[in-house]
């Protein structure tokens, strides 16, 4: 591991320690806190060390072109940014990244906010945000020498972690919620051959009974907790500042689960900053499901201050997490850019991710939060129709299907969950007809369901 180029600091109580001397469970000896990466070498006593903007927006750009294995992974095109191996050779990509940032051209409409934006981390290639972090953290275990990974998931995780564990030869371990994971996620992390395990528990128990495990044996663990999954999962801030020219928009809304991401986007932004790659931090504001939300909660009661888990429950199952490991981090981004942290419920999900399929685009449940959260920050004028927006989108349509369909067929929301929006759902429902196989047939069904459109 390339200890002169990173070291690890406790977020908590700033403890440093080596790269290889973080533990099993990646918490401080100390205080017990998260550790994050830190690159001593970009301090402005960094000297030689410090990379230059001007270089380093040149060479990223000159790589887009290149046809090098590392170049076409828009995680690794950044590698000048997360230096946390021993030789980027050893790097497992499956050219994750290069993710698309489309207008929403219907949202910006009817919000009153042109520069509307969706950055689909669901293009990724298994689907999710989770491969930008695989990719880093999954090839310092490789570069370390384990035979087996594990994490435990409420999908998506599973699937990144599969999936790259398949590439690199390694052998996975993976813990999940018995019922309470899409079908899709599943499948992925049985196709790529991992050990899956349904325990009867939700996420956070899983994630209990992985950290005693891994403390036993000599697996290593592929939770956020792991400060190496953030380094890739930095990598969209500097694509969406990249995008935009290095001018960052004023908002970027992210969903939050375990909020690691939110945490991860932050550091990008900030380490942009500081090397003056751009000149200002993007609000960033974190989403959670109403009966999901342990920050949005601490943020009402104490400022962020101090957190106290939930009992997680929501049909956006990636994000069923009731006491997040990164809340101190994320706390830490919304705080330092000036964004909020709110809820928004079943519903609003159900609609925004509808809206977002109509786009064209689509999106599993949980990336649909930040369409529902853009919805409130307008109406609260903390969004002004100037602004830039950029939402996450972290999930792809497909991983949950079933949601889909049962929102289109009437049977996704209980009617007193649904009452407060009734004409926005009839408007977007499309459920899938019978029909006999004539021409005739078919035609009829068609002038019937137009007649009902509004
Ligand atoms: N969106 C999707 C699609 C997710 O899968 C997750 C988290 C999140 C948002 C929340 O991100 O945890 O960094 O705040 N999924 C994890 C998993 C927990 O196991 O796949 P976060």
């Known amino acids: 591991m390339n200890d002169n180029l990173h070291q690890l600091r406790c977020f908590g109580c700033g403890t440093r320690i080596r790269g290889h001397q973080a533990g099993s469970i990646f918490r401080c000896k100390e205080c017990g806190d998260l550790f994050e990466v830190e690159y001593p070498g970009w301090s402005a006593a960094g000297g030689m060390d410090r990379p230059n903007a001007g270089a380093l927006k040149w060479l990223w750009r000159e790589r887009r072109s290149s046809s090098e294995l590392l170049d076409r992974s828009?995680?690794?095109?950044?590698?000048?940014?997360?230096?946390?191996l021993d030789s980027f050779g050893s790097a497992i990509t499956l050219q994750e990244g290069n993710t698309p940032l489309y207008h929403l051209p219907r949202a910006a409409k009817a919000l009153g906010v042109d520069q509307i934006y969706a950055k689909h981390q669901g293009m990724n290639p298994t689907g999710s945000f989770k491969d930008t972090g695989m990719t880093a953290a999954l090839s310092v275990a490789k570069e370390r020498g384990f035979e087996w990974?594990?994490?435990?998931?409420?999908?998506?995780?599973?699937?990144a972690m599969a999936a790259y564990a398949a590439r690199a030869g390694l052998?996975?371990?993976?813990?999940?919620?018995?019922?309470?994971i899409a079908w899709g996620k599943l499948a992925q992390a049985m196709d790529y051959g991992a050990v899956t395990c349904q325990l009867n528990t939700d996420f956070d128990g899983c994630l209990r009974v992985l950290l005693s495990i891994v403390q036993e044996?000599?697996?290593y663990l592929l939770n956020s907790v792991n400060p190496y999954r953030l380094e890739g999962q930095k990598t969209p801030a500097l694509e969406i500042a990249e995008y935009f020219d290095w001018s960052v928009p004023e908002h970027i809304l992210v969903p939050g689960g375990n909020l690691a991401n939110s945490s991860a986007l932050g550091k990008g932004f900030r380490e942009m900053k500081a090397l003056g790659l751009i000149s200002r931090l993007p609000k960033i504001s974190v989403i959670q499901a109403e009966e999901a939300n342990p920050l949005v909660r601490s943020f009402r009661e104490n400022d962020g201050e101090a957190m106290e888990p939930v009992k997680a429950t929501t049909r956006a199952t990636a994000i069923r997490i009731g006491n997040p490991a990164?809340?101190?981090?994320?706390?830490?981004?919304?705080?330092?850019?000036g964004g909020w942290c709110l809820d928004v419920s079943e519903a609003e999900i159900a609609v925004a991710k509808a809206e977002i399929g109509r786009e064209g685009i689509g999106s599993e449940p949980a990336s649909a939060v930040t369409l529902a959260g853009l919805k409130k920050l307008v109406a609260d004028g903390r969004v002004?129709?100037?602004?830039?927006?950029?939402?996450?989108?972290?999930?792809?349509?497909?991983?949950?299907?079933?949601?889909?369909?049962?929102?289109?067929?009437?049977?996704?929301?209980?009617?007193?969950?649904?009452?407060?929006?009734?004409p926005e759902i009839a408007a977007l429902r499309r459920n899938a007809v019978e029909v006999d196989a004539t021409p005739g047939a078919v035609?009829?069904?068609?002038?019937?369901?137009?007649?009902r459109w509004v």
């Open 171 to 180: 052998k996975s371990l993976v813990l999940i919620p018995q019922g309470k």
């Open 443 to 451: 035609l009829k069904a068609l002038d019937e369901i137009q007649s």
């Open 326 to 337: 990164s809340w101190r981090k994320a706390a830490h981004a919304i705080h330092e850019t």
């Open 384 to 422: 002004a129709p100037s602004d830039t927006v950029v939402l996450l989108l972290t999930g792809h349509t497909l991983k949950d299907a079933e949601y889909t369909i049962d929102f289109h067929k009437g049977t996704l929301l209980r009617p007193e969950e649904a009452e407060p929006l009734l």
């Open 217 to 219: 044996a000599p697996i």
């Open 74 to 84: 828009g995680v690794w095109r950044f590698r000048e940014m997360l230096p946390i």
């Open 149 to 159: 990974v594990a994490c435990a998931s409420t999908g998506n995780t599973s699937a």
